[in-house]
C-alpha cells in the first residue's frame, strides 16, 4: 500500500473536520496556500501542507490570531517541535486543572450521599473554577506572551516582527 500524497480541498475538510470555506479563506490570506493547483483549478495539499496546517490548528488552539500564527510560521525561528511543545505543554496545564476540578467535585459528591455538610463556599470554588475553564484555551505562557506584546505595543517599541515581540515576550518571563 502507498502513502498519500496529496489531498483536494474536500477530501482534506472531510479527513480533518475543517470546513471547505475555513481551508478557502486560509488560502485566501496566505496562510496555507496549497503547494499545488492542477490546471483545472482544484487544490492539493501535500504532506509538507499538512504539517502547516497542524501548526495552525494548534496556534488557534493556544489562543493566537490567524495574524499572530501567519507572522510566527514566517519568522526564522519558527520550528514545527516548538509548536508541538507548546501545545503539549498548554495541554498538561489543561489536564491538570481538569483533574483538580473533578477532585473537588468527588469530594462534594462524597459529602452529599454521606449527608455530611457542603458549604457555600465549597459551591462558589466549584463556579469559579468551572468560569476560569471557560478561559481556556490560554496557557500561562500564553497568556503572559500575550500580555507581554501588548506592553511592546503601548509602549511604542518596534520588534521587526512577531517572532521579535514572542522572543520579548519569553525574555520577559524568565
Known amino acids: 500500500m502507498t502513502e498519500k500524497t496529496s489531498w483536494r480541498v474536500g477530501e482534506l475538510a472531510k479527513q480533518t473536520g475543517l470546513s ?16 499545488r493547483n492542477k490546471g483545472n483549478g482544484h487544490r492539493l495539499y501535500t504532506g509538507t501542507d499538512i504539517v502547516r496546517l497542524q501548526q495552525i490548528i494548534a496556534l488557534k488552539h493556544l489562543g493566537y490570531s490567524l495574524y499572530d500564527i501567519k507572522e510566527f510560521l514566517q519568522g526564522t525561528d519558527y ?3 516548538r509548536v508541538i511543545n ?3 505543554n498548554q495541554l498538561r496545564e489543561h489536564i491538570k486543572f481538569q483533574q483538580n ?23 462558589i470554588e466549584i463556579i469559579a473554577a468551572v468560569k476560569s475553564a471557560e478561559k481556556y484555551p490560554l496557557s500561562r505562557e500564553q497568556e503572559n506572551s500575550r500580555k507581554r506584546r501588548e506592553e511592546i505595543l ?21
Open 20 to 35: 471547505v470555506r475555513t481551508l478557502h479563506y486560509y488560502d485566501q490570506i496566505g496562510l496555507l496556500v496549497p503547494s
Open 79 to 81: 520550528s514545527p517541535g
Open 86 to 88: 507548546l501545545h503539549i
Open 101 to 123: 476540578l473533578c477532585r473537588r467535585l468527588e469530594i462534594i459528591s462524597e459529602n452529599l450521599q454521606s449527608q455530611k455538610k457542603v458549604t457555600a463556599e465549597q459551591f
Open 154 to 174: 503601548r509602549s511604542g517599541e518596534k520588534p521587526a516582527s512577531w517572532a521579535g515581540m514572542a522572543q520579548s515576550a519569553d525574555y520577559a518571563m524568565n
